[in-house]
């Protein structure tokens, strides 16, 4: 008897889905903010108490207006699957830290309710929301957006991408790879320390949060073609500066990756990494922008439902029409 009732166990007949998983949303979203607290902590170190501000205020605003947006729908809050925290932190790491402490109150409100909460809240949102709210700030304020400072002395200064790219400010000189690498260069709060989201990424690859595809393909797409499309012709180059300056490790590691915006299958997410890489270098080399990160992942957000209808395998017994 006692066997036949384990058998019985196994014969269940339910709806969808039928494979099971012990991850839920506030756990998948609690290893991103595990994996942004290294970037975190070095923004606090680099840029002082103006940093700490800047992401309390983009937080505390996410949270507060994701809790609103429920209740004015007179549903349960939804913060505590954390998603709102994430946003309201990637907004902030995507903001230079001379910016006014209401610029990051008005880019979280945005983020929530126009991008994320109007398109039917987490799951329904066709933009990376933190990124759509840096592109409107940067068209509303772009003088606060693109003020930058030096780490420590905040003194004022352009960026090491801003020297790099053809159209940038001349004169400046590069800043070494040692310096890029440990984040000791102007930049957006979150973007100049390649060791620390490296050391957050590499936390997300072993808790399987993301997959090396998209990361891979976009960094080593940027990697190629800035190396190719040197300024003095092919092969000429630096496409180590090109990696480790702007928001390129940023982007690829926690962006590019984000679970709503990017394809499912693997070999998707290898054309979003690879179309993101592209874009990226387009605008930075012949835009009007010597940054390129934000836009081709939000170009690229637009295209995830056609890389998954062309990168969907076919299902078993399908027969393809005209």
């Known amino acids: 008897m006692a066997e036949n009732g384990a058998q019985n166990e196994l014969l269940v007949v339910s709806s969808s889905p039928h494979v099971k998983t012990r991850d839920t949303t506030?756990?998948?979203?609690?290893?991103?903010?595990?994996?942004l607290a290294p970037a975190a902590a070095a923004?606090?170190?680099?840029?002082?108490?103006?940093?700490?501000?800047?992401?309390?205020?983009?937080?505390?605003?996410?949270?507060?207006?994701?809790?609103?947006?429920?209740?004015?729908?007179?549903?349960?809050?939804?913060?505590g699957d954390l998603s709102a925290a994430v946003t309201g932190l990637l907004l902030a790491f995507n903001l230079p830290p001379s910016v006014p402490p209401w610029i990051p109150v008005i880019g979280s409100a945005v983020a929530i309710l126009?991008?994320?909460?109007?398109?039917?809240?987490?799951?329904?949102?066709?933009?990376?929301?933190a990124l759509a709210a840096r592109?409107?700030?940067?068209?509303?304020w772009p003088v606060h957006m693109t003020a930058w400072i030096r780490p420590f002395d905040l003194v004022g200064t352009a960026t090491p991408?801003?020297?790099?790219?053809?159209?940038?400010?001349?004169?400046?000189?590069?800043?070494?790879?040692?310096d890029m690498f440990l984040g000791r260069i102007p930049g957006s709060l979150g973007?100049?320390?390649?060791?620390?989201?490296?050391?957050?990424?590499?936390?997300?690859?072993?808790?399987?949060?993301?997959?090396?595809?998209?990361?891979?393909?976009?960094?080593?797409?940027?990697?190629?073609l800035t190396w190719l499309l040197g300024p003095d012709g092919i092969g000429t180059g630096d496409p180590l500066a090109h990696v480790?300056?702007?928001?390129?490790?940023l982007g690829a590691l926690f962006m590019a990756t984000d679970y709503v915006t990017s394809p499912v299958t693997p070999r998707g997410r290898l054309v979003m990494g690879l179309g993101c890489g592209l874009l990226t270098v387009l605008i930075r080399i012949y835009g009007a922008f010597p940054e390129g990160v934000s836009y081709s992942i939000l170009i690229m957000n637009v295209a995830t439902p056609l890389i998954d209808r062309w990168m969907t395998p076919r299902k078993f017994g399908m027969v393809k029409t005209a």
């Open 43 to 79: 923004a606090g170190y680099l840029f002082g108490s103006r940093a700490l501000m800047i992401m309390a205020a983009s937080v505390g605003t996410a949270v507060l207006a994701e809790h609103l947006v429920s209740r004015m729908g007179h549903k349960r809050t939804t913060i």
């Open 244 to 249: 480790l300056s702007g928001g390129l490790m």
């Open 135 to 140: 592109a409107i700030l940067l068209a509303a």
């Open 114 to 129: 126009l991008v994320k909460a109007l398109f039917g809240g987490l799951g329904g949102n066709f933009l990376n929301p």
């Open 161 to 178: 991408l801003a020297t790099l790219v053809p159209k940038g400010v001349a004169g400046v000189p590069l800043p070494s790879y040692l």
């Open 26 to 35: 506030q756990r998948l979203m609690g290893d991103v903010l595990i994996g």
């Open 191 to 224: 973007e100049t320390s390649a060791l620390a989201l490296l050391a957050g990424g590499l936390y997300l690859l072993w808790r399987r949060v993301i997959d090396w595809h998209t990361p891979v393909a976009f960094v080593g797409t940027v990697f190629v």
